[in-house]
């Protein structure tokens, strides 16, 4: 898949509406807490600089529900921004009407500003045309690079490219470059991870990816339910009872095409969620009904680093545990360093956004992958086959 890029005649000088995703967790005192999405985007707009443009950056932060919050303001953003780049970002107040077209008119070349919450208007989520006419009249080009935002069809993913020239950026380009090598054309063998809670949130992921993968390892809380569908009591652990059918379906299905399903045959279980839980590691099939499932046990942590060594593709998503609480850790610490391992072996290894880039960070392996993926929904919707209506514009 190849996208519309720019050139720089297509931007030098000109008013540039970049959409980006800023929307980063804030520390209590209103800061931000973590930039990593911020300095995603940083080759654009250095790009943008560069080039002479004048620079708006639009993003959405937090919930707001279509109308103002100061605590979902954009104006901290600007401030980390500023501190990272070491240039002045202005910030407009607004990000459409007067004092956005005021903020971005007096920019000089290559100078930035952040626009407020685009999600302080609910017609941004209803992709309204009117908004996204508004939104766009400062402007004499969009640029596309939110790709963690490109799954939802909103006015300034979707509609305003209808008045706009509009192009993708270079962080859109990547993610579909990295996401297409791991859905369109793998190198085999293809070892897809999944975890995470639910079953529901990648049963199309897998539908999808059965006749392209060679085995499938599974951890997280969604591995209860493929084991309780198998007949075996998982005591507290999670589990989606209208999803054991599936479960038992998807397992006859993989075997019938020769697609490996790994579970795990040993877990450690606690009686709550603590950093002071008392822990024990049981196996898969014989988990005490007043106890819970937290993690993947030492012979999983194994089994499913030995399907690993050989793949030459893999798709990580979902961790094999709670990896924020420090005892429900290792399972997810371990992919993440053999993912590492097989990078360096040669394998493309792909990380999908939300809780699965969390843990590779966390665990100090982020860039000993090939890929992070920057979206969670948006990575998922894409390994589900479908076109994302924030890309399906720049398809060439």
């Excluded at 800023?22 to 209590?28: M, S």
């Excluded at 005021?102 to 626009?115: F, H, N, Q, R, T």
Aim: proline fraction near 5%; charge should be neutral; charged fraction near 25%.
């Amino acid at each position: 898949m190849k996208l519309k890029t720019f050139s720089r005649s297509d931007v030098s000088g000109k008013k540039v509406l970049v959409r980006v995703d800023f929307n980063v967790p804030l520390a209590p005192d209103g800061s931000v807490a973590d930039d990593m999405r911020i300095n995603a985007h940083i080759p654009l707009i250095t790009e943008l600089v560069y080039a002479g443009a004048r620079i708006a950056l639009a993003s959405h932060l937090g919930r707001p529900k279509g109308t103002p919050v100061a605590k979902y303001s954009l104006e901290p953003v600007a401030d980390r921004l500023a501190a990272i780049t070491g240039k002045k970002i202005e910030f407009a107040s607004d990000c459409v009407g007067p004092e956005a077209a005021k903020a971005v008119e007096s920019l000089p070349s290559g100078g930035i500003v952040v626009l407020e919450n685009l999600r302080f208007y609910a017609e941004e989520e209803k992709n309204d045309a009117g908004f996204a006419k508004k939104l766009a009249s400062p402007f004499e080009a969009f640029i596309m690079d939110a790709f963690s935002a490109a799954h939802r069809a909103h006015a300034s993913t979707r509609a305003v490219v209808d008045y706009l020239p509009s192009f993708a950026g270079p962080l859109l380009i990547r993610e579909i470059e990295m996401l297409s090598a791991a859905r369109d054309n793998p190198k085999k063998p293809y070892v897809l991870i999944l975890g995470g809670a639910k079953v529901s949130d990648k049963i199309a992921v897998i539908e999808n990816m059965l006749d392209k993968v060679d085995s499938i390892i599974i951890g997280g809380g969604m591995a209860f339910t493929f084991i309780k569908s198998q007949g075996f009591e998982i005591g507290k652990s999670l589990c989606e009872e209208d999803k054991l059918g599936f479960s038992r379906e998807m397992s006859k299905r993989a075997a019938a095409k020769g697609v490996s399903i790994l579970l795990p045959n040993d877990v450690v279980i606690a009686g709550e969620i603590s950093e002071a839980a008392s822990t024990a590691i049981v196996a898969a099939d014989a988990i005490p009904p007043d106890k819970i499932g937290l993690d993947i046990g030492p012979k999983s942590i194994e089994s499913f680093k030995k399907a690993l060594d050989g793949a030459k593709t893999v798709l990580w998503n979902g961790p094999m545990g709670v990896f924020e609480t420090s005892p429900f850790a290792a399972g997810t610490k371990a992919i993440a360093s053999q993912l590492a391992k097989i990078t360096r072996d040669g394998a493309l290894t792909v990380v999908g956004g939300g809780d699965s880039a969390a843990a590779i960070a966390k665990f100090g392996h982020e860039k000993d992958v090939t890929h992070v993926s920057t979206g969670g929904g948006a990575s998922l919707e894409f390994f589900e086959g479908k076109i994302l209506p924030g890309v399906e514009p720049y398809i060439i």
